[in-house]
């Protein structure tokens, strides 16, 4: 079983920043991709958008809305993605889930995180 635990969430004024984090634990053999999706207020669950993914490799795709204001990266060592949003917006207000591609000792499997929610509003 892998474990994903979110942090950073929280009320900020447009303009302002956040750091999110994500870190995973439990039967993991090695991490492959992660990201951040969110799901705004009223979506379901299925129409959760992508915010940024980075590849193992440390690659980056940034979602058009959030390019040049957010940025992703990732600690190996701690299993653990980042995602610091900067210069935030009213529109930007949802809740954030991290995806994490996990290669364990017999399996390869998807695993979300709980969520946090990101509220910007003055």
């Known amino acids: 079983q892998v474990q994903l635990v979110e942090s950073g969430g929280g009320l900020v004024q447009p303009g302002g920043s956040l750091r999110l984090s994500c870190a995973a634990s439990?039967?993991?053999?090695?991490?492959?991709?992660m990201g951040w999706y969110r799901q705004a207020p009223g979506k379901q669950r299925e129409q959760r958008e992508l915010?940024?993914?980075?590849?193992?490799?440390?690659?980056?795709n940034y979602a058009d809305s959030v390019k040049g204001r957010f940025t992703i990266s990732r600690d190996n060592a701690k299993n653990t993605v980042y995602l610091q949003m900067n210069s935030l917006k009213p529109e930007d207000t949802a809740v954030y889930y991290c995806?994490?591609?996990?290669?364990?000792?017999?399996?390869?499997?998807?695993?979300w995180g709980q969520g946090t929610q990101v509220t910007v509003s003055s």
């Open positions: 995806l994490v591609d996990v290669t364990g000792f017999r399996t390869r499997s998807n695993y």
């Open positions: 439990g039967s993991i053999f090695s991490i492959n991709g």
């Open positions: 915010v940024a993914d980075i590849s193992e490799s440390g690659r980056t």
